[in-house]
T-cell receptor, first 114, second 113 residues
């Protein structure tokens, strides 16, 4: 999966609970992204970060939070404010300069609500 | 509105046969178009990437075409194998902002023996 590790592979959330999804990359990429994938829909951008200590909201950021304290790490927290969190979450990274311009994806985390 | 539409939604073919998947987009301006393969429960993997000036790009048995005038792309799979069973996602880069990726919903391909 291109040097991007997501954990855990499966996660269960109780109502009212915050959960954190891990994403680590060893590709030395500047930019990292979090997407949500629902059946029959295209991937939707939750948050992205192009540099350490900076991140921007995507199209569906409500109920989610992120941090980017290290270049290699971009954890996503699904808060209790996210009322419909059941989905497949994908983390991706990309080198901002040079040729290629390819986003590499992790293997994903499937989040379900108990 | 910037959108990417893929057809068909799903497709079943027999092993060894060819197939073509379609992608229509309304993204403008755009800088490139990519095709990804996503196995069930896994992350997408890049197959091809084409800029607006490229008409075709091959990767083994996968050949992508792009017509920037009609805003259409296709992915042709030759001599299909059981391992080709996956979802194929068309992604267009919107260059009007921070190079945002616009994803299609994908075509789910099943190759049967």
């Amino acid at each position: 999966d291109g040097g991007i590790t997501q954990s855990p592979k499966y996660l269960f959330r109780k109502e009212g609970q915050n959960v954190t999804l891990s994403c680590e990359q060893n590709l030395n990429h500047d930019a990292m992204y979090w997407y949500r994938q629902d059946p029959g829909q295209g991937l939707r951008l939750i948050y992205y970060s192009q540099i350490v200590n900076d991140f921007q909201k995507g199209d569906i950021a409500e109920g989610y939070s992120v941090s980017r304290e290290k270049k290699e790490s971009f954890p996503l927290t699904v808060t209790s404010a996210q009322k419909n969190p059941t989905a497949f979450y994908l983390c991706a990274s990309r080198q901002l300069q040079g040729r290629g311009d390819i986003q590499y994806f992790g293997a994903g985390t499937r989040l379900s609500v108990l | 509105k910037n959108q990417v539409e893929q057809s068909p939604q799903s497709l079943i073919i027999l092993e060894g046969k060819n197939c073509t998947l379609q992608c229509n987009y309304t993204v403008s301006p755009f800088s490139n178009l990519r095709w990804y393969k996503q196995d069930t429960g896994r992350g997408p993997v890049s197959l091809t990437i084409m800029t607006f000036s490229e008409n075709t790009k091959s990767n083994g048995r996968y050949t992508a075409t792009l017509d920037a005038d009609t805003k259409q792309s296709s992915l042709h799979i030759t001599a299909s194998q059981l391992s080709d069973s996956a979802s194929y996602i068309c992604v267009v880069t919107f260059s009007g902002g921070y190079n945002k990726l616009i994803f299609g919903a994908g075509t789910r391909l099943a190759v049967h023996p």
